[in-house]
């Protein structure tokens, strides 16, 4: 064991080098070329930029940094939106960035307040250009009705390049490519290296040999799974090299309890979680209806007020099966009241977050008989099966 340690200590000292040498090779002044930002000068124009060493599927591993000179003071009036287009035309956000503090500005070596954001992957998950908006909102009263309004103080785009996480080169992949480097790199260390009695010399590895402790070919064979099937019944089922089943996993025909077939609306409970499945339809979109119960009856009818949200609307038209779900806000009254609602909250779908906000709409009065529905509709067929989470 200490052998090992010793050796696992070597080998990291010698990477945290290569790493460092990288670093200062780069860039004449270490980390003013490692962190990816963006800096506007006082006036709201873009000062300078840097993003680099973006790889496609990566996730929650490239920080974004974003400074202003006119954003200096601790608590701020201004919030940061980010807007990113990928190259197979996607766009994700707008998202707000985050609000740190004493962060070293690599154009100016000087600690100031900055935004962050995290970049994941929906961003990361197309390779080529990537274009970048950030925009500074100020927030204040313009009207004096008691609702903040905001202008943009800054706003920017550049264009970035999401790197391919496997070469094309003879088809070999990323992490096939950096062990081998790797272990060339361990194998010319050692052969260099002063090796001590407590560290087995390179000839005596060549030379170890297998004791009983190890399987033989056939044993191996013979005793782990080397195929996968599904039988008559629907069941996956893992063989080993002689045909004898060593495991059995049930597939379920439907991926939850199916509640709506057809075209037309589906009302949504904004309690459970979805899954939505395009049949003949091109597009599903997401709407808010005013749901109004009779007295008299009890039945409900619902009266679409939407056509398709108005945030981002583009991204909640629905092309493929996904899981969905609406997790919604408060509804804010018009002020002075005239029978409208602002509806906003946050829609999660195919892994993303989404704020939403449709602007005010006309309930009359929102009470036990009236209130706000979400649906989805489609004059194309589509299935929607609801989740037991």
């Known amino acids: ?16 080098n290569i790493f460092t040498i990288s670093a200062l090779n780069k860039t004449g002044v270490k980390g003013e070329q490692c962190m990816n930002y963006i800096y506007f000068n006082d006036r709201g124009r873009l000062q300078s930029y840097h993003i680099d060493d973006l790889y496609q599927g990566s996730n929650l591993s490239d920080k974004l940094y974003v400074f202003a000179d006119f954003d200096l003071e601790d608590e701020t009036p201004y919030t ?29 070596q000087t600690a100031m307040p900055a935004f962050t954001y995290l970049v994941g992957h929906d961003v990361l998950n197309c390779a080529g250009e990537l274009q970048i908006s950030a925009r500074y909102y100020y927030h204040y009263d313009i009207d004096n009705d008691g609702t ?12 970035a390049t999401v ?33 001590d009695e407590e560290y087995y010399t390179k000839t005596e590895i060549d030379a170890h040999k297998h004791n ?16 996968i099937e599904i039988d008559q019944n629907k069941n996956l089922v893992l063989k080993n090299a002689l045909g004898e089943i060593l495991s059995t996993v049930f597939i379920p025909d439907e991926p939850g309890t199916p509640v709506f077939f057809g075209a037309g609306t589906f009302i949504m409970d904004t309690n ?54 609406v997790v919604p806000n408060e509804t804010t009254a018009h002020d002075p009241f005239d029978g409208t609602y ?41 299935k929607v099966y609801e989740l037991g989470l």
């Open 80 to 108: 940061l939106a980010l807007m990113f287009r990928r190259k197979d035309g996607i766009e994700i956000g707008e998202v707000e960035g985050i609000r740190e503090l004493n962060v070293i500005n690599p154009k100016t």
């Open 212 to 227: 009983d402790d190890y399987f033989t070919k056939n044993e191996s064979n013979s005793r782990y799974g080397v195929s």
């Open 272 to 325: 459970k979680n979805y899954v939505v499945v395009p049949i003949g339809s091109p597009t599903i979109h997401l709407d808010v209806y005013k749901a109004a119960q009779s007295g008299e009856t009890g039945d409900i009818v619902y009266t679409k007020l939407t056509n398709g949200l108005e945030n981002d609307i583009e991204q909640l038209d629905l092309t493929q099966s996904i899981v969905f779900k």
């Open 1 to 16: 064991m200490k052998r090992f340690i010793k050796f696992y200590l070597v080998l990291l000292v010698l990477i945290a």
């Open 148 to 159: 903040l309004d905001h202008v943009i103080k800054g706003t920017a785009m550049i264009v």
């Open 342 to 382: 602002c509806i906003s909250g946050y829609v999660y779908g195919d892994g993303r977050q989404m704020l939403y906000e449709t602007g005010y709409l006309d309930f009359g009065m929102i009470n036990s008989d009236c209130w706000p529905a979400y649906g989805f509709n489609s004059i194309g067929y589509y």
């Open 163 to 195: 790197n391919e996480a496997v070469p094309t080169n003879n088809a070999q992949s990323t992490v096939f490519l950096n062990i081998n480097r790797k272990i060339k790199a361990l194998q010319d260390s050692l052969a260099g290296h002063d090796h």
